[in-house]
């Protein structure tokens, strides 16, 4: 049943020294009693935000070719606040009353969902506060600021912020009915740009986009598998599957912040859980991979979170997909600038293209240019070098050098490992040397 959003706002609050009277909760997030978002209202979303977002390209990938998966990138990134998130929140703001409009609304959110309401909000008139945790990143904080919105950092994860109150606003929890209805508008695209799809593979965080997008896809093709992703290092969604409900998991920190969710949405686990065919986890490492790829071969930047689809890919997590028609969604952008930085030498070290270790070579006058030397020779790049003396418990005429090398892929990275082992007697080499 469609909601009824004319609700009053609820009533006190614990923001900047105001008392507490009632905890803010939004009423159509209830766990006791769920609502399962309906195709029909996922129609009635794409109808009034079609004017409001951009219809992102749904393009063939060049990574088709290397992967044996036939992939179309939806370039959710390329919305005007660089993430799917708009979807649900214009709709959201649209369906509110005329009264809550004057008052405004309030956000819980890690960064996309309250950079979509900000910027909505301010292009409709609605005045919007985002209560965002210590964890978020910093451009999302700045750019809220920005687009307008009264921002309040507070809390280690999403789980605390959404435990905030603030007197007269009415929270837009990021499982709101409308939410999700506004977020599978992408499905909706998703099935009209690219015919004949086989699989549509999913970031998950809170569950709005794989819920409402499922619902999408599976009501017009209800043969196309829906598969979830998430990091291991908050698989929530898994967690809930498990348990057969929502259950709080602990979030560790992850390359994919926007993912980082520590309990699914109710109404979204309802409406997703007899929609997804799989769900797979993936590691810091794929993510890392998978946003180096992305700049590479597509000259896309993608944060952690939107490129956690094609981490399941590379990283072979989906072995059935080989040779099928695969949409992945890059639901956002927004990654931090210095957190690019590390996601690239991740990735490269992921990749077998930027190496470690340490040899053992004479201390002698020519020691140190002679393994220089053997590195240049096979055309490997050296990044970083240093040599120790104090702790060798070898013979004083010898040094311990630790190198840092960039190779052009893995073979090579095997080529130099292999003249080092022929050349020297100690040779430790990999992520854990010493």
Known sequence: MKPDTTMPAAQGSEINGTSTTEELRDEFCDA??????????????????????????????????????????????????????????????????????????????????????????????????????????????????????????????????????????????????????????????????????????IPVGGGGLIAGTALAVKSLYPQVQIIGVESERCASFKAALEAGRPIYTPVSSTLADGLAVPTVGVNAFATAKPLIDKMVTVSEDLIALAILRLIELEKAVVEGAGATGLAAVLGDRLPELKGKKVVIPLCGGNIDTAVLGRCIERG?????????????????????????????????????????????????????????????????????????????????WGPHCT
């Open 32 to 201: 006791e009693n769920p609502v399962m978002v309906r195709f029909q209202d996922v129609s009635a979303a794409a109808y009034k935000i079609k004017n409001g977002i951009q219809r992102t390209p749904c393009q063939k990938s060049h990574m088709s070719a290397m992967t044996g998966v036939e992939i179309y990138f939806k370039k959710e990134f390329l919305q005007y606040t660089g993430s799917f998130k708009e979807r649900g929140a214009r709709y959201t703001l649209l369906m509110l009353p005329a009264e809550q409009r004057q008052v405004g609304v309030i956000a819980a959110s890690a960064g996309n969902h309250a950079l979509a309401l900000s910027y909505h909000g301010k292009d409709l008139g609605i005045p919007v506060y985002v209560v965002m945790p210590i964890i978020a990143p910093i451009m999302k904080v700045s750019l809220c600021k920005q687009n307008g919105a009264n921002v309040i950092v507070t809390g280690t994860d999403l789980g605390e912020v959404s435990d905030c109150k603030i007197e007269m606003y009415r929270l837009m929890f990021y499982d709101h009915p409308h939410i999700l209805a506004g977020q599978g508008t992408m499905g909706l695209e998703i099935v009209e740009q690219v015919s004949d799809i086989d699989a549509v593979v």
């Open 348 to 428: 490269l070290a992921a990749d077998g293209r930027l190496c470690r270790f340490t040899v053992t070579v004479s201390d002698r006058p020519g020691g140190i240019a002679e393994l220089t030397r053997l590195i240049a020779d096979v055309g490997v790049s050296l990044k970083d070098i240093f040599h120790e003396r104090a702790w060798l418990k070898t013979d004083i005429f010898s040094v311990q050098v630790k190198c840092v090398v960039e190779t052009r892929d893995e073979e090579h990275g095997k080529e130099l490992e292999k003249l080092l082992h022929k050349r020297y007697d100690k040779v430790s």
